[in-house]
Nanobody, 124 residues
Framework: QVQLVESGGGSVQAGGSLRLSCVAS????????MAWFRQTPGKERKEVAS???????VYADSVKGRFTISKSSDRDTLYLQMSSLKPEDSGTYLC??????????????????WGQGTQVTVSS
């Protein structure tokens, strides 16, 4: 059974940094895509960044140059280093895992498994 457990959220002031982690268990296929999504009340989940099994990364325009997605060498932990945070970065950040390769523009429908999320609040 695949499980994704996020941690690392919190409250910071604008300009601050946070590092999110997502521990994945129960998935041992060689092909996969993992991503971080942000959800805010009343809005659709937005993909923030993704990484595939080869380490190729894709970022939303709004976070390029500020966020970095990475994974541990054993691929069991996914990270999102967030710097120069802005109030509009606030939301619940969810970790997602797909059986398929990453597909830019596919959105949340690509992903088979989801974590419960971790809350990020950035104050101005």
């Amino acid at each position: 059974q695949v499980q994704l457990v996020e941690s690392g959220g919190g409250s910071v002031q604008a300009g601050g940094s946070l590092r999110l982690s997502c521990v994945a268990s129960g998935y041992k296929y060689s092909r996969y895509c993992m991503a971080w999504f942000r959800q805010t009340p009343g809005k659709e989940r937005k993909e923030v960044a993704s990484i595939d099994g080869d380490g190729a990364t894709v970022y939303a325009d709004s976070v390029k140059g500020r966020f970095t997605i990475s994974k541990s060498s054993d691929r069991d932990t996914l990270y999102l280093q967030m710097s120069s945070l802005k109030p509009e970065d606030s939301g619940t950040y969810l970790c997602a895992l797909s059986h398929k390769s990453c597909d830019v523009g596919a959105g949340q429908g690509l992903y088979n498994y989801w974590g419960q999320g971790t809350q990020v609040t950035v104050s101005s």
